[in-house]
């Protein structure tokens, strides 16, 4: 069993910053690609920033300058700081990493339980 533990949501005015942390915990072998992705009221799940183990980095283009993400591959978490946070920044952040299990096994997705993120006018 993995799990993605997901924690640092919260509310915060317009302008400020915030810091998202998630954790995979269980029985894990490898893990390549870790991302975040967000979901606000009404609108569909999109990508914010995804880092390969290697450190290459994506973002979204309206995330590039204010967000960055990091990891850790010896402890297997993800972070994402958020800086100049915008109203349209609300949403519920979800934490996702391409897992293999064994090194047999083939990686596939999982996810984290989501966190809200609240930015204020």
């Known amino acids: 069993q993995v799990q993605l533990v997901e924690s640092g949501g919260g509310l915060v005015q317009t302008g400020g910053s915030l810091r998202l942390s998630c954790a995979a915990r269980?029985?894990?072998?490898?893990?390549?690609?870790m991302g975040w992705y967000r979901q606000a009221p009404g609108k569909q799940r999109e990508m914010v920033a995804t880092?390969?183990?290697?450190?290459?980095?994506n973002y979204a283009d309206s995330m590039k300058g204010r967000f960055t993400i990091s990891r850790d591959n010896a402890g297997n978490t993800v972070d994402l700081q958020m800086n100049s946070l915008k109203p349209e920044d609300t949403a519920v952040y979800y934490c996702?990493?391409?897992?293999?299990?064994?090194?047999?096994?083939?990686?596939?997705?999982?996810w984290g339980q989501g966190t809200q993120v609240t930015v204020s006018s």
């Open positions: 269980g029985s894990i072998f490898w893990i390549n690609i």
């Open positions: 880092i390969t183990r290697n450190g290459n980095t």
């Open positions: 996702n990493a391409e897992v293999q299990r064994t090194v047999l096994s083939e990686p596939r997705p999982y």
